[in-house]
């Protein structure tokens, strides 16, 4: 059974900075992709970055590419997002993701239907 847990979501302060945590268990494919998404109210879920997990293939939207890092630990099952100078706009629902790299995924590392399993979602709000 597949498992995504996530933490890590609160609120922050204009400016300020927060870490998200994605565990990830139970999946058997051996290169697959965490990504994380976002979801602002009366808006459509865009991805915000991907790691690979065989070779440490990442991507992130341009939105956040100069402020949000995405990184994973193995030994943990771990996937993280780190996030700094966040600002309101960033505020939205947070989730992550999991699906395995199929050929062409890298080309669009932001389809939500590339991937197959997903978190409950974490909130993050960004006070101005």
């Known amino acids: 059974e597949v498992q995504l847990v996530e933490s890590g979501g609160g609120l922050v302060q204009a400016g300020g900075s927060l870490t998200l945590s994605c565990e990830a268990s139970g999946f058997s494919v051996n290169d697959y992709a965490v990504g994380w998404f976002r979801q602002a109210p009366g808006k459509e879920r865009e991805g915000v970055a991907s790691i690979s997990s065989s070779d440490g293939t990442s991507w992130s939207a341009n939105s956040v590419r100069d402020r949000f890092t995405i990184s994973r630990d193995d030994a943990k099952n771990t996937v993280y997002l780190e996030m700094t100078s966040l600002k309101a706009e960033d505020t939205a629902v947070y989730y992550c993701?999991?699906?395995?790299?199929?050929?062409?995924?890298?080309?669009?590392?932001?389809?939500?239907?590339?991937?197959?399993?997903w978190g409950q979602g974490t909130q993050v709000t960004v006070s101005s």
């Open positions: 993701a999991v699906g395995p790299i199929r050929p062409g995924f890298w080309a669009r590392p932001d389809n939500i239907a590339a991937y197959d399993y």
